[in-house]
């Protein structure tokens, strides 16, 4: 018999409340205790419970690459607390473990999934309670004899197939309509970890689970999703009846004493997909007065680098579009990527006032390498003097913000030799 322990740590604790409900939702697993536990103390008082109670714990991790150094202290002081009989296996998944499962196993982890875990998980956990080994369970990776052996990935997963959250156990996070990128920015690893397609949420799975927010009595609905406005698309355009029909249908199953966000955080609306009739339909069923725009660079040549599929005037024009419609763009940029010069960081300079001028706020970041990315191998980013001044002068008129400073101080420390998330 095991037990399950979630280490629900604040940056992880949406995906693993979708693992949960994955093992909750199945019939094989559904019984298996599961406790949550914040923090080393609270992690060994579980492991040691269920360890006394007669159950091997099995202890459920998920962290991106920025919180791996921090994951994997907390892995080796819990093992230093564990009763020595507990036995507790240490299961991390997340972007880090599917990018570099060798890192993540040898700082002590026991096996790391590969890919999405909702399938995969759940029939790990059915194994091991009944006293089997994974066996061949695809989407695995673990060490043996010194060397890195895997089962390769897991196959994408039916979104519909799985609840969003963890109704049983009432953890709930954002709404998730889709899945996958159709595009593939050399920066990001969502569309190398997921696929390079969108995987939508039925309309009758996002009435289910709105359905669901509301018997619960949550105030706010966001949705989660990488390009909000691609939503019922499959390629690179917005089907603006399918996003009405979704609004629509979220709004009459949210009632009107709910808060519908959509295109905010965290989803984002990509600047070439931003139109009057879009951003009506947002103030129509919405509740939110800013909307995240992915712009990343104001330079041409950098943003063709990155695979973006747009150009700065589409941003600025979408920064007007959210103005004239009432809401106020957050616009996304990357700072210091790989391969860009001076003309790019002065075109990007003239981007940042532009969306200043046009009511924007920048959110602004310095380039980390992820690794599963294009990008992966490439140095972290540094910020010049140049914009460092000009974003100062727009955090002091309150048209900038983010972590830019503390991203390309970790850049500098680490030295680049471990790719970290922004």
């Not at 103005?323 to 990527?337: F, H, N, T």
């Not at 191998?377 to 727009?394: F, S």
């Amino acid at each position: 018999m095991i037990e399950l322990v979630l280490h629900q740590r604040r940056v992880a604790r949406h995906a693993l409340n979708v693992l949960l409900g994955a093992v909750e939702s199945c019939a094989d697993t559904a019984a298996i205790p599961a406790v949550l536990a914040r923090g080393v103390p609270e992690l060994a008082r579980a492991v040691g419970d269920a360890w006394r109670a007669g159950r091997r714990p099995v202890v459920a991790w998920s962290f991106y690459t920025a919180s791996f150094p921090e994951a994997a202290a907390e892995l080796a002081e819990l093992r230093l607390r564990s009763p020595s009989g507990a036995r507790p296996l240490h299961v991390a998944g997340g972007p880090h473990a599917s990018a570099e499962p060798e890192e993540v196993l040898r700082a002590g982890f026991d096996l790391a999934v590969l890919g999405e875990g909702e399938e995969t998980f759940p029939a790990l956990l059915r194994r091991l309670d009944a006293g089997e080994g994974p066996g061949g369970l695809p989407g695995l990776a673990w060490i043996e004899g010194g060397a890195l052996r895997t089962t390769g990935r897991a196959p994408p997963v039916d979104l519909d197939a799985f609840p969003p959250c963890a109704p049983r156990a009432r953890r709930i996070g954002p709404l998730e309509i889709t899945r996958g990128c159709a595009w593939a920015c050399r920066f990001c690893q969502t569309p190398f970890l997921f696929r390079g397609r969108f995987r939508h949420r039925s309309l009758e799975g996002v009435r289910r689970w709105v359905r669901y927010h509301r018997e619960i009595a949550t105030r706010d609905l966001r949705f989660l999703s990488p390009s909000a406005l691609s939503w019922g698309s499959q390629g690179p355009g917005c089907d603006l009846e399918a996003i009405e029909a979704l609004l629509a249908a979220a709004r009459e199953e949210a009632g009107l004493d709910r808060r519908i966000f959509f295109g905010s955080f965290p989803s984002e609306l990509r600047p070439e997909h931003v139109s009057p009739a879009a951003l009506s339909l947002v103030r129509r069923y919405c509740d939110n007065r800013t909307v995240i725009l992915g712009a990343q660079s104001g330079s041409e040549r950098m943003l063709a680098a990155m695979g973006r599929g747009h150009g700065a005037e589409e941003v600025v024009r979408a920064v007007a579009l959210c103005r004239e419609a009432g809401l106020r763009a957050s616009v996304d940029v990357i700072l210091g990527c790989p391969g860009e010069d001076e003309d790019d960081r002065a075109a990007t300079r003239a981007l940042l006032r532009r969306v200043s001028l046009e009511g924007g706020r920048v959110h602004a970041h310095a380039f980390m390498p992820l690794p599963g990315s294009p990008w992966a191998k490439a140095a972290p980013g540094n910020v010049d003097p140049a914009t460092q001044a000009l974003l100062e002068r727009l955090e002091a008129e309150g048209a900038a913000h983010g972590q830019w400073r503390a991203q390309a101080l970790r850049g500098r420390v680490r030295g680049g030799s471990s790719p970290m998330l922004i």
